[in-house]
């Protein structure tokens, strides 16, 4: 289900948006039937079930100041995909959620593009959707990603690193 707190304090359209970006990022499957945040372009668990709003909330990031201003521009964009593609979107969905998740990824890939100028901000929260569920894999009993996502290490941990056990992860991230 949707996070009701978020919802609370940022409005449920700003987070409607966030989700649909967090899921673009790191697909998942529908939390339910009408689910239309989550496209469910994926089998099992993704961003949005790894809590990406909520780590986008979280005090020392310091953004949640900014997240409505962000899903504003996000809308935006969305808006003028869709205009300029002759897609129709529903009113009553903010746009980016309107999107089919086709239509999403082929946005956020040009927003995320070498020649976009604000790619940092959109490859930035991409990254913090990556790392909810890389702490959601961290946790005990989770996740479609098991041991490593290609089954197989691709480099060796550098020196002095480790995984991080449960403890090392901040309490309300882990709930």
């Known amino acids: 289900m949707p996070d ?9 359209r700003t ?8 899921d673009t990022m790191v697909p998942g499957e529908k939390r339910f039937r009408d689910d239309r945040a ?3 372009a994926a089998r099992g668990p993704g961003a949005v079930h790894a809590g990406a ?17 962000l899903a504003i521009v996000l809308n935006g964009h969305a808006i003028s995909y ?9 009113p009553l969905l903010p746009p980016l959620v309107g999107l089919p998740f086709r239509h999403r990824a082929a946005l956020l890939e040009r ?6 100028e604000d790619r940092l901000v959109w490859i930035g929260l991409g990254v913090l959707a990556c790392l909810a569920v890389d702490l ?38 882990s709930a």
């Not at 009701?4 to 449920?12: K, R, S, W």
């Not at 197989?152 to 992860?169: C, E, F, K, M, V």
Request: hydrophobic letters at 45%; proline letters at 8%.
């Open 38 to 40: 989550v496209a469910g």
């Open 111 to 116: 927003l995320c593009a070498s020649d976009n």
């Open 15 to 22: 987070v409607a948006t966030l989700e649909a970006y967090a």
């Open 82 to 90: 869709a205009a300029a593609r002759a897609i129709v979107l529903n």
């Open 53 to 69: 709003v909520r780590l986008l909330r979280h005090p020392d990031f310091g953004l949640e100041p900014m997240l409505p201003g």
């Open 4 to 12: 009701g707190d978020a919802a609370a304090a940022l409005g449920g």
């Open 136 to 173: 959601a894999n961290q946790r005990p009993g989770l996740w479609r990603y098991r041991d490593f996502a290609a089954r197989r290490a691709l480099a060796r941990p550098a020196q002095g690193t480790h995984r991080p056990a449960t403890s090392d992860i901040p309490d309300e991230l």
